[in-house]
């Protein structure tokens, strides 16, 4: 069985519209003799008559009549999904988004994010999944709908990234700790009990490589997988922890941070997305409140 083409049903509403081939034909911007073609042809695709000869002008047949209706509906919904996506509502707007992210970028701007949302748009809700790991299989499949993170090489390429910010890795202390008074020099911090933050279990990363340069290298006592254990860990001790700064700019109040004094490159924060997410408005307005709350 053959498709029917899909087309007919725009020239099958305006005929019964207008119940006239001329006027069909002028509607559509095509011949009289272009519009009798195509009557002709819906006349065989539906196997009726559809407008029959009554005088001088036209009439519907008893199916064109069951059919007028449904077709013009039809009709308007193809329209309505062809359309360029209108402008939400975000008063009205009620759903939950799926934001993949680490623990301390969740406590540093899931505030602020989610006041923000809520005075925007009240019925969204935010769901904040850890992030193990790099496998961007959950934005392919929709179960994330937003993942924030350093991009490396191994990124998938067919997800968007967008920069959220630049970072660069800090020392932190407790206040009180002998690396909070004087000259934090290579030498000083090498010394130290150090925890070590690794997702993975790893217990050796660029700063030993730098330290390892000058002929250093340092003891690490405990590992943790996220910053904000870290944190939450030295404040009752005398270890010093690595942590991005802007990254745990809130987790470190009450404690003192200091400049590495070791030379390590600065690097960029971003969000990332699948591409079929692009054009959605909801999600494209998350993703600019997410952009501005990292922004302030």
């Given amino acids: ?84 996506a209108a402008q939400i509502d975000l008063k009205q707007l009620v759903r939950t988004f799926t934001l993949r992210s680490s623990e301390g970028f969740a406590e540093n701007f899931g505030p602020a994010l989610i006041a923000r949302i809520a005075k925007e748009a009240p019925g969204v809700r935010l769901c904040f999944m850890q992030k193990p790991d790099k496998d961007s299989s959950p934005l392919r499949d929709g179960t994330v709908d937003l993942e924030t993170g350093v991009v490396g090489q191994d990124a998938s390429p067919e997800l968007r990234t967008q920069a959220l910010f630049r970072d660069r890795f800090i020392g932190v202390v407790r206040v009180g700790h002998p690396l909070s008074l004087g000259e934090v020099t290579p030498a000083r911090y090498a010394a130290g009990g150090h925890i070590y933050v690794s997702r993975r279990g790893l217990d050796k990363g660029p700063i030993d490589e730098a330290l390892k340069s000058l002929g250093l290298a340092r003891e690490v006592v405990t590992m943790v997988a996220g910053f904000s254990t870290a944190l939450a860990l030295i404040r009752a001790t005398d270890l010093i922890v690595s942590v991005p700064e802007r990254h745990t700019a809130s987790l470190r109040a009450g404690m003192h941070s200091f400049s590495l004094p070791v030379a390590l490159p600065a690097f960029t924060v971003a969000m990332l997305w699948h591409p079929r997410m692009d054009a959605d408005p909801a999600h494209r307005w998350l993703r600019g409140c997410l952009r501005e709350v990292c922004a302030q």
């Fill in 1 to 84: 069985m053959s498709t029917p083409d899909l087309n007919l049903l725009v020239t099958l509403d305006v005929l019964l519209a207008e119940g006239s081939v001329a006027r069909a034909a002028k509607r559509l911007r095509l011949s009289p003799s272009a519009m009798s073609r195509a009557l002709a042809r819906l006349r065989e695709t539906t196997g009726d008559p559809l407008l029959v000869r009554a005088g001088r002008g036209l009439v519907p047949t008893p199916r064109a009549l069951a059919l007028r209706e449904r077709v013009a509906q039809l009709v308007q919904d193809a329209e309505a999904v062809l359309r360029p």
